[in-house]
Every structure is written in C-alpha cells, then in structure tokens.
C-alpha cells in the first residue's frame, strides 16, 4: 500500500484536498480543494496487478472533471448576481439544483450513479474503502449548505435508497454490491443532512467504521464474488461469525450495532414530521437485507455445498484479535446507545 514514496504524497493531499473543502467559505475555495482531492486520488487509483485499474482511473476522471466544470460554471454565475460566499444560494433556487446535482454526482448518488459501481469493480478493497468514505466527506459536506426540505431533496433521497436496495439484486460481485450498499447508505445520510451536521456525521461514523470491518475481512482473504464465500476455512467459526455479523450489521438489522444510527434517524425525521418519508425509507431500505443474506447463506446454513479443494489459510493471531474486537464491538455496540443521547 505504502510501497513508494509518492503515495504517501498523494495520500497527503487526498486529505489536504478534502480539509481545504470543508473549511473554505466560498464555493470557490469548495472546488479548489475538490479539483486538488480529483488529482490526488487518480494516481493512487493505478494498479500494475490490476487490469481493470486504469480503465476505473479514466471514468473516475472524466465523470469528475465534468461534475467539476458545472461546479464551477455554477458558482461563476453565482458570483455575477451576489458573490462566492455559501449564505448567498438561496436567492436561486435553480442554481442551488445545478449545485446539488453536481456534489450528488461527484459523491456517487443515484440517479447520477452510472460511474460508482464500474469504478468499484476496477479498484483493490484499500482504494474502494476510500471511494466509499473518504471521498464522500467534502461533498456531503458541501451539499448540507444546500440542502432544503422540498421535492427534489425527497426524490434523490428515496431514488437512492431504492437503486441501492435494486440494484445489488442479481449482482455476484462482492464490490458492486458493497458499491450498491454505499448508494443506499447515501440514501439515510442525505437524509440526515436535512437535520443538521451532527446527524449525518454520526451515521457517517458507524458506516465507516462497519464498511471497514467487512472490507478488512475481504482484503484479507482476497474475496471478490460470492462464490469465494464457500472457500473460507470452515472450521474457523470466529472468522464466519465476525463476517456475517457484521454484515447483517451494515444492512441495520437490529439488535446489530448498524441499527442504531438508522434508530436515531428514524426517531429524529418523526420528531420533524417527516413520517411519509421515514415509511418510504424503511420500506425500501429492507432490499438490502436480501443480498446480505445471500453473501451469509453458507454461513447461515447447517449443510451446505463446500468444495474439496477448500483454500486454507493462515489466520495472523493479530488478524484474529481485530476480528473479535470487530466483532464484539458489532454485537454488543447497541448496549451503549444511551451514551449518545447527550450528543444527539
């Protein structure tokens, strides 16, 4: 991962892009530090063992260079009528469209997804655990200053969680439908943001922290499709059990850690009066459940197909105690959601 110098630059300015973005107050300041996440994260992208890295680096690249130029051609047409600063969108409620289109775009929510799955397929787990967080901070956080209750905020935020529940259906692809399972989690915090920052910030936490403990467990028996599943060592019953936990986790079935950001932002958008919205959310977020079960199937059953060539491999004591820890911390996190609620 850290095999050349470089990359610990790239690394640095992949995050000096996003805190410039997320600290700036103007738009204009907003794109600079997303043209500079752009070109720091192309680099890193590239992969020699990977044939399919270079072909993700160029959609990757021409989907964001288009988003950006909007981006910027928005904001200059802002600024002939007030100027850059964040408070003066408002007064156009077209322009502030455009802007939203362009951050949905750039962060990978339907129904401007058409790049997000294709781009995850080409990309090693390490690289597709950043596409999945990381690069979703600045313009999640850029779209907050946007976002109003109105009816495009409420289609984009249905349309994501339905494409993401669909769209991982007949998928054999482990990225793909971790890709999906991001556009639907996309759904709930696009959601969040119509509450306030700490909403979507603490939902924002739990996915990643859940999307790396399931990614951590793929990168380190290099599982790419469902059927690799059946290869995992059957005799270890830690390794299953942290694995399909923690995915029945992710889908936010209770009484995993998962469901507690979806319980507080279910509870929250009632308390708003948003309760068609919740239904609608709830109703199609239960999608995802189907294909988590699927990846869980040769877990969940007491007979099942198992190859004779099973690949066994080595389980490092420190990969083990971080299972556990993953683990432990999947089922027993609910317990300590009293401790949110001074936050929250």
Known sequence: MLNHPTRLLFYFTLMTGTLIS?????????????????????????????????EAALKYFLTQALASAILLFSVITLSFQSS???????????????????????????????????????????????????QKIAPLMLISYVWT???????????????GSIGGFNQTSLRKIMAYSSINHLGWMLSATLLGETYWMTYFGF??????????????????????????????????????????????????????????????????????????????TLGTLYFYLRMGYSAFMLTHTQSKWILFMSFSPILQSLTILLLSLSLTGLIFAPLLSPIL
């Open 84 to 134: 850059f600063l964040f408070s003066t969108f408002h007064d156009n409620f077209s322009l502030s469209i455009i802007i939203s289109s362009t951050l949905l775009l750039k962060m990978g929510a339907a129904p401007f997804h058409f790049w997000f799955p294709g781009v995850m397929e080409g990309l090693d787990w390490f690289n597709g655990l950043i596409l999945m967080t990381w």
């Open 149 to 163: 209750p109105n009816q495009f905020s409420f289609i984009i935020i249905l349309v994501c969680i339905l494409v």
């Open 207 to 284: 996915y990643v922290f859940l999307s790396t403990s399931v990614i951590l467990l793929f990168h380190a028996y290099q599982l790419s499709h469902i059927n690799h599943f059946f290869n995992l060592p059957i005799n270890n019953s830690i390794l299953k059990l942290a694995l399909f936990c923690n995915l029945l986790s992710l889908g936010g079935l209770p009484p995993f850690l998962g469901f507690l950001p979806k319980w507080i932002l279910i509870q929250s958008l009632v308390a708003h009066h948003y309760t068609a919205l919740v239904t609608m959310m709830v109703i199609f």
């Open 22 to 54: 997320i600290s700036s107050t103007s738009w204009l300041g907003a794109w600079l530090g997303l043209e500079i996440n752009l070109l720091s994260f192309i680099p890193l992208m590239s992969n020699m063992n990977n044939q399919f890295a270079t």
